[in-house]
């Protein structure tokens, strides 16, 4: 079973519109992590917002805010006033167990596309 | 912040030749780097795990002899494809992370494209 989906290949969102990104996970370890990367064109992977299992908050940095569902496992990443910058390839990834060594397994990705 | 560094970021080389990508950490010492491959509108896929002073551990279809990772220092790992072919050409990218509990630090290079003709 896949342990980290992304359901939605390509989004469209309107400039200075919200936009949620989905991402549901499979682990049975109760301590895991979960990522939110954008990847440009350019190919870097910047890293944009984290939560751990054991956070009581959902996570927000700026304009990211992370929508945890532990019950339902999933991880929606939350993109406030859309920006033409937004557009790109965003990955939800997560890691198992608190080791900060253990390896990050990543969704498909999804595709934004900002239009102006 | 800590930084990750990749080089180079683009090659291109011939078919049958060996090519070494490099992945520092700048202001940090990694135990662990991980190296990871994208194909083209694909996402990452992990080949191994690269531990300082010991074997890596390769991912399940990914061949150590062919892709030869060493993790000489705290802060340098080297992926070594050899004898690469045109099926090689893709984007490398490494992360090195900080030992300990996890505080969500995690840390990509910039990639590594290669083209094999």
């Known amino acids: 079973a896949q342990k980290i989906t992304q359901t939605q290949p390509g989004m469209f969102v309107q400039e200075k519109e919200a936009v949620t990104l989905d991402c549901t996970y499979d682990?049975?370890?109760?301590?895991?992590?979960l990522f939110w990367y954008k990847q440009p064109s350019s190919g870097e992977m910047i890293f944009l917002i984290y939560?751990?299992?054991?956070?009581?908050q959902n996570a927000t940095e700026g304009r990211y805010s992370l929508n945890f569902q532990k019950a339902r496992k999933s991880a929606n990443l939350v993109i406030s006033a859309s920006q033409l910058g937004d557009s790109a390839m965003y990955f939800c990834?997560?890691?198992?167990?608190?080791?900060?060594?253990?390896?990050?397994?990543f969704g498909g990705g999804t595709r934004l596309m900002v239009k102006p | 912040g800590a930084v990750v560094s990749q080089h180079p970021s683009r090659v291109i080389c011939k078919s049958g030749t060996s090519v070494k990508i490099e992945c520092r950490s700048l202001?940090?010492?990694?135990?662990?780097m991980f190296w990871y491959r994208q194909f083209p509108k694909q996402s990452l896929m992990l080949m191994a795990t690269?531990?300082?002073?010991?074997?890596?551990?390769?991912e399940q279809g990914v061949e150590k002899d062919k892709f030869l990772i060493n993790h000489a220092s705290l802060t340098l790992s080297t992926l070594t494809v050899t004898s690469a072919h045109p099926e090689d050409s893709s984007f490398y990218i490494c992360?090195?992370?900080?030992?300990?509990?996890?505080?969500?630090?995690?840390?990509f290079g910039e990639g590594s494209r290669l083209t094999v003709l």
């Open positions: 992360s090195a992370q900080r030992t300990g509990i996890d505080t969500g630090e995690l840390f």
């Open positions: 682990t049975s370890d109760p301590s895991y992590g």
């Open positions: 939560q751990g299992s054991y956070d009581q």
């Open positions: 990834a997560m890691r198992e167990g608190l080791n900060a060594g253990n390896m990050l397994t």
């Open positions: 202001d940090f010492q990694a135990t662990t």
């Open positions: 690269s531990n300082e002073g010991s074997k890596a551990t390769y």
